[in-house]
């Protein structure tokens, strides 16, 4: 009875969890901003607690709010400013990737692939302009999205000590106390969390910049900085780094062997970075295993895109830090941890 029970439970959770993701899916346009306020609210507490209790809780709530805009808006900006210098670069030797473009394709062409023919089918002004309204239109649910996210931190912010008190006001006080854990547990791992990934952007920025100069090819720091930002976006942005950097090199060298080297090259550090060194630390610091690390950011990405793939191992760090408190579900968190230590700390919190 006692294992037709467990079995019951175990399909019950699988159920839930099910659900859950469709409903995640489904309700995107509702469900996505409200976890991205959740996550800035939990990263930026410690800074709006520490300027409350110096100066009013509107003036620290204005302070708080005007980090987090110019943080994203930095990491956009560096974004656009290497986007553009690599733009401009390919915009003035147009003729000379031109060239390369047809000679690489030659012998491609020889074996009946004709990737030129396939660019220029695919490739017109109608589909030049599409793209650009495409673009224009996602700029606008960006802009609205982006406001949306930053009413939620606001009220968020606001309203989180009564919500704090709400909750320590409950009648089952183990509850209370179990819930109260969970909260500070994932507000100290969401920071981690972002802490890691700056630190593994910032690596990844640097190598990147130090070997594309050492390969004598032009931009060395614009490369750098685009893989410094794009690598907030676990996997997909070294994906993109990893396939536009040969073509650059392909590009300026004319020379298929630099391309290679520059393609193995990137590919070691990327990852040497994201896929060894970053999980590693992710999983020690967070109680997460690097396996669960890189399925949370692909499941993520397939369910919310981009931001699903900032946005995945937040999520799973929630998700597993709350059912730490909780007995009957501690076995999924042992069973995903990344050791044998995982979270004492909020164990102790708890008996």
Request: net charge neutral.
């Given at each position: 009875?006692?294992?037709?029970?467990?079995?019951?439970?175990?399909?019950?959770?699988?159920?839930?969890?099910?659900?859950?993701?469709?409903?995640?899916?489904?309700?995107?346009?509702?469900?996505?901003?409200?976890?991205?306020?959740?996550?800035?609210?939990?990263?930026t507490w410690p800074l709006y607690r520490f300027l409350k209790?110096?100066?009013?809780?509107?003036?620290?709530?204005v302070i708080t709010i005007s980090v987090t805009i110019v943080?994203?808006?930095?990491?956009?900006?560096?974004?656009?400013?290497?986007?553009?210098?690599?733009?401009?670069?390919?915009?003035?030797?147009?003729?000379?990737?031109?060239?390369?473009?047809?000679?690489?394709?030659?012998?491609?062409?020889?074996?009946?692939?004709?990737?030129?023919?396939?660019?220029?089918?695919?490739?017109?002004?109608?589909?030049?302009?599409?793209?650009?309204?495409?673009?224009?239109?996602?700029?606008?649910?960006?802009?609205?999205?982006?406001?949306?996210?930053?009413?939620?931190?606001?009220?968020?912010?606001?309203?989180?000590?009564?919500?704090?008190?709400?909750?320590?006001?409950?009648?089952?006080?183990?509850?209370?106390?179990?819930?109260?854990?969970?909260?500070?547990?994932?507000?100290?791992?969401?920071?981690?969390?972002?802490?890691?990934?700056?630190?593994?952007?910032?690596?990844?920025?640097?190598?990147?910049?130090?070997?594309?100069?050492?390969?004598?090819?032009?931009?060395?720091?614009?490369?750098?900085?685009?893989?410094?930002?794009?690598?907030?976006?676990?996997?997909?942005?070294?994906?993109?780094?990893?396939?536009?950097?040969?073509?650059?090199?392909?590009?300026?060298?004319?020379?298929?062997?630099?391309?290679?080297?520059?393609?193995?090259?990137?590919?070691?550090?990327?990852?040497?970075?994201?896929?060894?060194?970053?999980?590693?630390?992710?999983?020690?610091?967070?109680?997460?295993?690097?396996?669960?690390?890189?399925?949370?950011?692909?499941?993520?990405?397939?369910?919310?895109?981009?931001?699903?793939?900032?946005?995945?191992?937040?999520?799973?760090?929630?998700?597993?830090?709350?059912?730490?408190?909780?007995?009957?579900?501690?076995?999924?968190?042992?069973?995903?941890?990344?050791?044998?230590?995982?979270?004492?700390?909020?164990?102790?919190?708890?008996?």
């Amino acid at each position: 009875m006692q294992v037709n029970g467990a079995l019951l439970n175990t399909a019950a959770a699988a159920l839930l969890l099910l659900i859950f993701l469709v409903f995640c899916n489904l309700g995107q346009a509702v469900v996505e901003p409200v976890v991205l306020g959740f996550f800035l609210i939990e990263v930026t507490w410690p800074l709006y607690r520490f300027l409350k209790r110096k100066i009013a809780g509107w003036f620290a709530t204005v302070i708080t709010i005007s980090v987090t805009i110019v943080s994203v808006l930095a990491l956009f900006a560096i974004i656009a400013w290497g986007g553009s210098q690599v733009a401009v670069w390919l915009r003035d030797n147009f003729d000379s990737i031109q060239t390369t473009l047809v000679n690489s394709t030659a012998w491609l062409e020889e074996h009946d692939i004709f990737i030129l023919a396939m660019v220029t089918d695919h490739f017109n002004a109608a589909s030049l302009v599409a793209f650009f309204r495409t673009v224009a239109l996602r700029l606008n649910t960006m802009a609205a999205f982006a406001a949306l996210v930053f009413l939620y931190v606001v009220m968020g912010l606001a309203e989180t000590e009564v919500v704090q008190e709400n909750i320590a006001r409950l009648e089952d006080p183990d509850l209370a106390r179990r819930l109260l854990a969970a909260g500070r547990g994932i507000g100290e791992k969401f920071r981690s969390y972002l802490l890691v990934r700056t630190v593994a952007s910032i690596a990844t920025g640097l190598a990147i910049w130090g070997f594309v100069a050492s390969m004598r090819l032009d931009l060395a720091g614009a490369w750098g900085v685009l893989a410094f930002a794009l690598n907030f976006l676990p996997y997909i942005g070294s994906v993109l780094v990893t396939l536009l950097l040969p073509l650059f090199a392909l590009a300026q060298a004319d020379s298929p062997a630099t391309a290679v080297y520059v393609l193995l090259g990137v590919s070691i550090i990327q990852f040497a970075i994201g896929s060894v060194l970053e999980p590693v630390f992710s999983g020690s610091a967070l109680s997460i295993s690097p396996p669960v690390v890189i399925f949370s950011v692909v499941l993520w990405t397939f369910l919310w895109g981009a931001l699903g793939a900032f946005l995945g191992v937040p999520v799973t760090i929630a998700m597993l830090t709350l059912l730490e408190q909780f007995p009957s579900a501690r076995w999924l968190s042992d069973l995903l941890a990344g050791g044998p230590g995982v979270s004492r700390k909020n164990r102790q919190l708890v008996g």
